[in-house]
Every structure is written in C-alpha cells, then in structure tokens.
C-alpha cells in the first residue's frame, strides 16, 4: 500500500509541475538570451538514454548549429519533452533521431521516431493537454499527459511554431521551429557534445 501511494504521489507531483510549467510557457517570456538547442538536444538524450536502454530504443543524433533566442529554461523543456515523448511512444526494438539545424534563420529541432501509427486526424489530439492518440494521457506512469501542449506553448510564447506529421509505418515526425539566435560566442549551454 505504501508503494502505491507513494507512485499516486509522484504522478500527482509531476501533473502539478507539468500544469505550472505550461502555465508559465504560454507566457512571453521575461529573459531572451541565445540558447544552443543542439545542446540542449544532447542533454535531452542523456537524460533519457537509461530509460530508451531499458525499452530497447536506439536513439540516434544528427546535431547541427542550432542557435535560439529565448528564455533558456522553456526551450530546453521544450526539446527535452519531444525527445522524452519519442522514446515513451515507441516500441521495444524502436529508434528516435533527433536532428538540429538552421534554415532560413529559423533554428529547428526535428525528432523522428517508431512507434504506433497515428492517424492525420489525430495529430492536432496530441497537442492538446492530457490527450493522446490511443488513450487518454493521465493513466500513464511516466508523464503527466503535458508534454507536447508545454512544446506548442514554449513554440508560440517564442514566435515559434511546431508541428507534427505521422511516418509511415508508425510513429510521428514532430518539428519545432524558433526565430534564430546569436553566435555561438553569446549562446547560454554552448558545450555541444
């Protein structure tokens, strides 16, 4: 009984981050300084890459200079959501790619991954908070059902956008793009791995 409680706690703690956290990312943010979203890509990777081991996920990397302007705290939980969410919505023996690019002036974050098949008609659903294509979100254990609702708030309150398409033979392609940055030489989390 104590372990169920204490896993009711948890998810009852992370539904009330993730809920401030998207309170907080649909507004304009107050600090604008350059952050290095291949960077923050590499630390999204690490943090999940004991969690992609254990479900037999390979997640792989293609990290190109992406620099963003923006409140650094919201645009690393941006990536970092679509990262987690690639690995969580997959299946066993599945793979992620996350790449990072400037095009156009516009840095963007392009994560690929396996998983179930979700339908054009879907894909709106899933930003959408507690949504997901095949169930509702808040019976999951490892995520509050916020993830991609935080990524469009943290897009928009940027001058951003992000948008999703399905691949064929399952899973999703998610883009997030943001106005470009400055330089390396003024870039919050410049140690790119």
Known sequence: MGDQLRAAVDRSERLIDGLLLLARSERRPEEWRAVDLAA???????AVRAEAGADGVRVDH????????????????????????AVRHNWRGGWVLVTTSTEQGRARVTVSNTGPDVGDGEVEALFEPFRRADRDRTGSQRGAGLGLSIVRAVAEAH?????????????????????GGAPFGDVARGDRS
């Open 62 to 85: 293609q990290l190109g200079e992406a620099v963003a302007r923006g409140d650094p705290a919201l645009l690393e939980r941006a990536v970092s959501n679509l990262v987690e969410n």
């Open 159 to 179: 001058g951003g956008e992000v948008r999703a398409r399905p691949r064929s033979g399952g899973g999703l392609e998610v883009e997030l793009r943001l106005p």
């Open 40 to 46: 923050a890509a590499v630390d999204a990777i690490d």
